[in-house]
């Protein structure tokens, strides 16, 4: 879809401001700075204290998109580069830089389980969320490797002020996504015990019709519980919670034709997380804050041998390709900050420990571990009433590579109430993985055998990373008000670790050279009345990559990107109308390829494409029970083709499976 496409939906939807006349809106969704945010705070403060740019992404908003996992909700952000692959699942880049240098965190506890770097977005639950917040900038010093990039914090829910509150909802998309999940809250005295669970099914479907058996989207199972105990202690609040879920992902292969047969694999995925944390005010108006955290990640495949003939699948024992590979994190964070707006010095110091060790076939001698202690500190001092500076230093000893430092300042300046300044340096290191360090897989496919190897002689990346953010927003009148927000990002990776090219059937990890990413973004709301709410977004993205000392790319290669959405609410109907857009424009990139023997530099294109999702949503009976009916992908895209600038090479990148159609229905009680 061309850019004339992007133009004509900006053109729609802006001109929906004139169809608004009644009122029902929930007005905080405009109020931005008034919002409480927690992601890299001292403690819990309003978003226009906040020092750090925290896009926040509310309950309400998840609903309105009808998302059943982490992509629906993330795929039409600005500055959001989803990448997806039928085994790794959905991997997620912000402002350019992706994988290991994004930290994705539930209530401020890592989330581990990386497969080839990505975290599978589809495997996180989000039926307990209250709100999510994202920094698309440097927070190592807050949360240290892998937040060089930018954070997202999943913000569960942990409040209920009536006795009994819960919900179902159910959930079916016409490409054969069935979602149904639950929850109960039960409060007694100042305790608050809640349970959810959920299922997810999807039957899979081939969008490529080169492929006969063979799903590039496969079918895939979860289910997910959640068990969570609160109990307010004064001024504390305790939280314990255990959730558990399980993914089974099953591939199909082609029908060989030599045997006749083929091989289809099921991938299952289980996690057990477990998370302790007593946070809360002191006497003294001191903020403290304690995390324990235990955390399993299991990943393991069972192949089969399918006959056509006949329909049977059959278990393939002792297969030697077979993976068992198992993680474990032991996670403890204390933080002791003084946090009081009206002071002129307030600070914070803390502590963290993670232990990670990783078992399995694919582990150089089935079994390593390493290691991070860390303490930080920061102090925030207002130079003026309106100038705030906040310099922070994080270090951090690892096992494998001893003492890492990361500095960072940040600076705040409020001209008035309608104009807020932010600025952030950070300085960050990621030493290797286990898995980029000691994977050891020897797979053999037909005659072929492959070795794929970590590296124990990889450097530890490091990173300098720049954003500055304005922040415009002005009350217009009662119930219109308008917000502005143009920023702009550098970040700049050393000694990138990532897969060499397959050669002599052999890869392993290796540092790259360099990995820069520049983006200059616009965004805009305005809200005209309370019940219409209208944004808009421009972002301009510049990837530069330094393969190796002989494959550099010439310049930032760029993207363009735009999204939009309206919501707007009809009072007398009790209805709310929803819609998403976003545009991702070519995205040029490299391959590196054997010609007449000799390695050569590719240059390859990702084609643009855009996305549309509509929804509306009618609430019955005082809001007890709601019916949302829409589209997602309404442009119909599919596989997207990645191809050499001069035609040497093409594959097809996966971004969507079509358009589909949904109905959900919820019950609150």
Do not use: C
């Amino acid at each position: 879809m061309k850019f004339i496409a992007t133009l004509f939906a900006v053109i729609l939807f802006s001109s929906a401001s004139l169809f608004a006349q009644n009122s029902i809106y929930d007005s905080s969704e405009m109020e931005i700075l008034d919002r409480v945010v927690v992601t890299a705070q001292y403690a819990p403060k309003t978003e226009k204290n906040a020092i750090y740019k925290v896009k926040v992404i509310t309950a309400e908003t998840i609903k309105a998109k009808a998302a059943t996992n982490l992509t629906d909700v993330l795929r039409n952000e600005l500055n959001v580069d989803l990448s997806f692959d039928a085994n790794f699942g959905v991997g997620i880049e912000l402002n350019g830089i992706s994988k290991e240098n994004v930290k994705l965190l539930i209530d401020g506890v890592p989330v581990i389980g990386r497969v080839n770097g990505v975290l599978d977005l589809n495997q996180i639950n989000i039926d307990n969320l209250d709100r999510i917040e994202a920094i698309k900038g440097p927070v190592s010093v807050f949360y240290g490797t892998n937040a060089m990039g930018g954070t997202i914090n999943l913000i569960t829910k942990k409040n209920q002020n009536e006795k009994i509150k819960g919900n179902v909802n159910a959930y079916y998309e016409s490409v054969g996504v069935t979602n149904i999940d639950g929850s109960v809250g039960y409060k007694f005295g100042k305790n608050i015990v809640r349970a959810e669970a959920g299922y997810y099914d999807f039957v899979g479907v081939n969008t490529n019709s080169e492929l006969a058996r063979k799903q590039n989207w496969p079918e895939r199972n979860q289910y997910h519980t959640n068990v969570k105990y609160i109990r307010d202690i004064n001024d504390f609040k305790l939280t314990m919670s255990s959730n558990l879920s399980n993914q089974v992902v099953h591939t199909l292969g082609e029908i060989s034709t030599r045997s006749k047969k083929a091989t289809d694999i099921d991938y299952t995925t289980r996690r057990w997380d477990n998370t302790l944390n007593f946070q809360g005010r002191l006497k003294n108006k001191k903020y403290l804050d304690l995390t324990a955290s235990y955390l399993d990640y299991d990943r393991s495949d069972d192949s089969y041998t399918f006959n056509p003939e006949d329909k049977t699948s059959t278990l393939i024992e002792n297969n030697p390709n077979a993976n068992g590979n198992y993680f474990n994190t032991l996670f403890a964070k204390a933080q002791y900050a003084s946090s009081n707006v009206n002071d002129k010095l307030n600070y914070v110091i803390g502590t963290e420990f993670q232990a990670d060790q990783a078992e399995g076939n694919r582990i150089l001698n089935e079994k390593q571990d390493v290691t991070n202690s860390s303490v930080f500190g920061s102090i925030n001092y207002k130079l003026t009433k309106n100038i705030e500076i906040q310099p922070a230093l994080r270090y951090t000893y690892n096992s494998s590579f001893n003492g890492l430092a990361s500095p960072a300042i940040n600076l705040k300046y409020k001209l008035n109430n309608k104009h807020l300044f932010r600025f952030a340096y950070g300085n960050g290191y990621r030493a290797p993985s286990l898995k980029e360090l000691y994977m050891d897989w020897r797979p053999t496919f037909g005659p072929f055998s492959y070795t794929f190897t970590g590296n124990e002689n990889l450097e530890v990346e490091s990173s300098h990373n720049y954003n500055l953010y304005y922040t415009f927003d002005h009350k217009l009148s009662k119930g219109r008000s308008l917000q502005i927000e143009p920023s702009f990002v550098y970040n700049e990776i050393k000694n990138l670790i990532g897969l060499s090219e397959l050669i002599k059937f052999e890869r392993h990890y290796i540092n790259l050279n360099n990995m820069k990413s520049v983006n200059s973004a616009i965004d805009a709301k305005y809200k005209p009345n309370d019940n219409l709410l209208v944004s808009l977004g421009v972002s301009y993205l510049g990837r530069y990559i330094e393969y190796t000392d002989e494959f550099t790319s010439d310049g930032f290669m760029f993207t363009p990107y735009v999204n939009t959405s309206v919501t707007y609410n009809y009072t007398p109907w009790n209805v709310s109308f929803n819609a998403f857009y976003k545009y991702s424009g070519e995205r040029p990139g490299h391959f590196i390829e054997e010609v007449d023997g000799v390695d050569v530099l590719q240059e390859s294109t990702r084609q643009d494409f855009s996305n549309l999702d509509l929804s509306v949503t009618k609430r019955f009976m005082k809001d007890k029970i709601s019916l949302s009916i829409g589209g997602k992908n309404l442009f119909d895209v599919k596989d997207l083709q990645t191809f050499s600038q001069i035609a040497v090479a093409h594959e097809s990148s996966i971004q969507f499976w079509g358009s589909t159609y949904f109905v959900q229905m919820r019950f609150n009680f």
